[in-house]
């Protein structure tokens, strides 16, 4: 049989921001269940992000209900966040007292689903989107619904492509964002001691030289949801190449400068985004596979 590749669609054409954008990626541990306490410790992770210069502050996947699908599936009402949930009144105040945005993980319930979510907290305190998880992992599938769309974020001129999780370990994923003009892919997470330390430290590099974006990486750290997690949030560079980078056990906010002389640099010596919309459709190798009786 002969197949034809379909010719890739070109990266959408963004002007290289003009200035650094500082971000940042905030760990701590979460309290099972309890939304007030951990919107508490997100509000001060924010202002402790912001005393450090950071515009924009990355926090772990459903930190506000630590990641407990467990309760969550129990007790959707008070462990997931809702559509004008008062509880969010701290965070929402600290990211418009400090002109920061903030992209915060937790379960959001609405219409009787419940969603893997994070929360987009503009600069004026305002809720200014979500994006839902798109590739649930296997314990997942039970209790949330798939998202069905990708989600990209402009803050002063820099392109953000977000990203949960396991949508990292999918090129795929981070690909879209990059063709939709992204510079930087943010994702909340969490990865477990062992084998989720191995993924996050071969994921995100690759996902940032295949695509020459930065990634972002915020992780929990403690136990959560029967997970002993690792922590080391961090930030890569668009040629792959690790920034910054916070220890495995204690609360910590790790701040990087994205910049747009390396960006730049990163595309003119790694050319596969660009040479990407050069592909021409051609044929498949043949392979013929013949069996008979011996």
Same mark, same amino acid.
Request: net charge negative.
């Given at each position: 049989m002969t197949?034809?590749?379909?010719p890739a669609a070109p990266p959408r054409s963004y002007p290289v921001p003009s200035g650094r954008l500082r971000v940042a990626a905030a760990q701590a541990r979460a309290v099972a269940g309890d939304v007030v306490a951990n919107t508490a %410790? @997100? @509000?001060a992770l924010v202002r402790e992000a912001a005393g450090a210069g950071a515009r *924009? *502050? *990355?926090?772990?996947?459903?930190?506000l209900s630590g990641y407990e699908p467990g309760l969550v599936r129990a007790e959707p009402l008070r462990?997931? *966040?809702q559509p004008g949930d008062p509880r969010l009144a701290p965070l929402t105040d600290a990211c418009r007292e400090t002109g920061t945005v903030a992209v915060v993980g937790a379960a959001f319930h609405e219409a009787g689903e419940v969603y893997v979510s994070a929360l987009v907290v503009g600069a004026d305190g305002e809720l200014v989107t979500r994006y839902d998880k798109q590739h649930l992992f296997s314990s /997942?599938? /039970?209790v949330y619904r798939p998202g069905t769309? &990708?989600?990209?974020?402009e803050v002063d001129g820099w392109r953000l492509g977000l990203g949960i999780c396991y949508d990292s370990g999918f090129p795929e994923h981070a690909r879209a964002a990059a063709l939709d003009g992204c510079h930087a892919y943010l994702v909340g997470a969490l990865f477990s001691v062992g084998n989720g330390h191995h993924e996050s430290r071969t994921w995100f590099p690759a996902r940032a030289l295949d695509n020459t974006v930065y990634t972002v990486l915020a992780n929990h750290i &403690? %136990?959560? =949801? =029967?997970?002993?997690t690792c922590g080391g949030s961090a930030v890569w560079g668009p040629d792959g190449r690790l920034l910054t980078e916070a220890g495995p056990d204690r609360p910590e906010v790790v701040t990087a400068d994205l910049d747009p002389a390396a960006l730049t640099a990163a595309r003119t010596a790694e050319t596969m985004l660009s040479d990407l919309g050069r592909v021409v459709a051609g044929e498949r190798a043949r392979f013929v596979l013949r069996a008979g009786r011996s």
């Amino acid at each position: 049989m002969t197949a034809r590749i379909a010719p890739a669609a070109p990266p959408r054409s963004y002007p290289v921001p003009s200035g650094r954008l500082r971000v940042a990626a905030a760990q701590a541990r979460a309290v099972a269940g309890d939304v007030v306490a951990n919107t508490a %410790t @997100a @509000a001060a992770l924010v202002r402790e992000a912001a005393g450090a210069g950071a515009r *924009v *502050v *990355v926090l772990p996947e459903k930190f506000l209900s630590g990641y407990e699908p467990g309760l969550v599936r129990a007790e959707p009402l008070r462990c997931a *966040v809702q559509p004008g949930d008062p509880r969010l009144a701290p965070l929402t105040d600290a990211c418009r007292e400090t002109g920061t945005v903030a992209v915060v993980g937790a379960a959001f319930h609405e219409a009787g689903e419940v969603y893997v979510s994070a929360l987009v907290v503009g600069a004026d305190g305002e809720l200014v989107t979500r994006y839902d998880k798109q590739h649930l992992f296997s314990s /997942e599938r /039970e209790v949330y619904r798939p998202g069905t769309a &990708g989600c990209t974020l402009e803050v002063d001129g820099w392109r953000l492509g977000l990203g949960i999780c396991y949508d990292s370990g999918f090129p795929e994923h981070a690909r879209a964002a990059a063709l939709d003009g992204c510079h930087a892919y943010l994702v909340g997470a969490l990865f477990s001691v062992g084998n989720g330390h191995h993924e996050s430290r071969t994921w995100f590099p690759a996902r940032a030289l295949d695509n020459t974006v930065y990634t972002v990486l915020a992780n929990h750290i &403690g %136990t959560t =949801g =029967g997970w002993n997690t690792c922590g080391g949030s961090a930030v890569w560079g668009p040629d792959g190449r690790l920034l910054t980078e916070a220890g495995p056990d204690r609360p910590e906010v790790v701040t990087a400068d994205l910049d747009p002389a390396a960006l730049t640099a990163a595309r003119t010596a790694e050319t596969m985004l660009s040479d990407l919309g050069r592909v021409v459709a051609g044929e498949r190798a043949r392979f013929v596979l013949r069996a008979g009786r011996s």
